[in-house]
């Protein structure tokens, strides 16, 4: 029997550390429930927001220590180490003990300084998480969109009046192929020699006509030798003059449009007050400038992540990408309020980039 002392101390260690104990049992009972793939997809959305919240309090010098363990408690109970995501035709046991542990070190952590590198690798990893779940989305999608035309030709084809043998007809290969073959055989005909002749005469046929063979190879050679670059001057021209726009990051930039235009927009931006949109089209005019550069590919699906995965080679030049590409996330994506002295850095910083280059 426990005593009544010893009874009301664990009823208050109980009231003093039930969130705690209930994050617990919420994280330790996961595993045992099945989420579809829509509820995990929101989850990862929701812990992405909850990760750019705790670098915007790591960065503030009065960060609430209250506030920073209460985001990552939620953080840890939305992704569970392990958990069994199901959809249409499949399922698979996730594996977030990465994000356990980096939220572990990143708790260890005094500075800030040395807590960005562990928060920027979560963020890193947690962002391919995503893109492969919403690739998944559409295979899945897809797949079943598949399926339901497969089932309906089937539908249509067992029809009675698709059900006739229809006459097999010479396709247009086997036509060219034909064509073809008897165009040579009257270019070059074959010697009806007599028997005692041919005899004698057979090799020296066989050499005369590999000989007719290898003369009209090198014609037609030739000939495409001689017409091939009338045409790839032509097609060159038009490849060199298209009609169309770039897309970095949602945003359709003009042909007409280089990367010192997009920053003379961005400083005009700054000067009306509107610094977190300024933050962003210079971010822009920093991808603009890397693709001029042959340094990165822009691509309409490519994420500012991908980018900096483009940069691996580089490392100097990722390093300080990687650092605007933070300042562009947290002002762009974030809940920070952009200031003139956060314009300041940021345009500081890409200068100095675009010099190092």
């Known amino acids: 029997m426990f005593s009544r002392q010893v009874l009301i101390s664990l009823i208050s260690q109980i009231r003093r550390h039930g969130a705690a104990i209930l994050a617990v049992v919420i994280v330790c009972s996961a595993p045992l429930l099945a989420s579809t793939l829509e509820d995990y997809q929101q ?3 929701t812990v992405a927001e909850s990760l750019q919240q705790l670098g915007a309090i790591g960065e503030g010098s009065d960060r609430s220590t209250s506030s920073e363990s209460k985001l990552i408690a939620s953080i840890r109970i939305a992704l569970p180490p392990t958990e069994k995501v199901e959809w249409t035709g499949g399922s698979v046991e996730t594996d977030n003990a990465w994000l356990a542990k980096g939220l572990d070190a990143f708790a260890a952590e005094a500075t800030m300084a040395n807590r960005k590198p562990i928060l920027d690798r979560m963020n890193e990893r947690l ?3 995503r893109q492969k779940v919403n690739d998944l989305k559409h295979a899945t999608a897809g797949t079943q969109s598949k399926d339901d035309e497969k089932r309906k030709l089937a539908e249509i084809l067992r029809r ?3 059900q006739k043998l229809q006459e097999q007809q010479e396709s247009l290969f086997q036509q060219w192929k034909r ?4 165009w040579i055989a009257k270019m070059f005909p074959r010697l009806n020699l007599p028997q005692q002749e041919a005899t004698g005469l057979g090799s ?5 006509q590999v000989l007719l063979y290898i003369l009209l190879a090198a014609g037609l050679g030739y000939l495409i030798y001689r017409i091939l670059p009338f045409f790839s001057g032509r097609f060159g021209q038009l490849k060199k003059s298209p009609n169309s726009e770039r897309i970095i990051l949602g945003e359709r930039i003009g042909v007409d449009q280089s990367a010192q235009d997009l920053f003379a927009e961005a400083e005009l931006l700054a000067r009306k007050g509107d610094m977190r949109l300024a933050i962003r089209k210079g971010y822009i ?3 603009c400038e890397l693709n001029d550069r042959k340094i990165v590919a822009l ?11 483009d940069l691996r080679s580089k490392p100097d030049l990722a390093k300080n990408v990687s650092s605007l590409t933070y300042s562009f996330e947290r002002h762009w994506y974030g809940s920070d309020t952009s ?14 980039t675009i010099r190092g280059v």
């Open 285 to 287: 005019a920093l991808l």
């Open 43 to 45: 989850r990862l959305e």
């Open 339 to 352: 200031t003139e002295t956060d314009w300041d850095q940021f345009r500081e910083l890409y200068r100095s």
């Open 299 to 309: 691509a309409r699906h490519k994420t500012n992540r991908d980018y900096l995965r």
């Open 127 to 129: 962002q391919a998480v």
């Open 179 to 182: 064509w073809i073959g008897e």
């Open 160 to 162: 009675e009046e698709y």
């Open 204 to 208: 020296l046929s066989m050499f005369l």
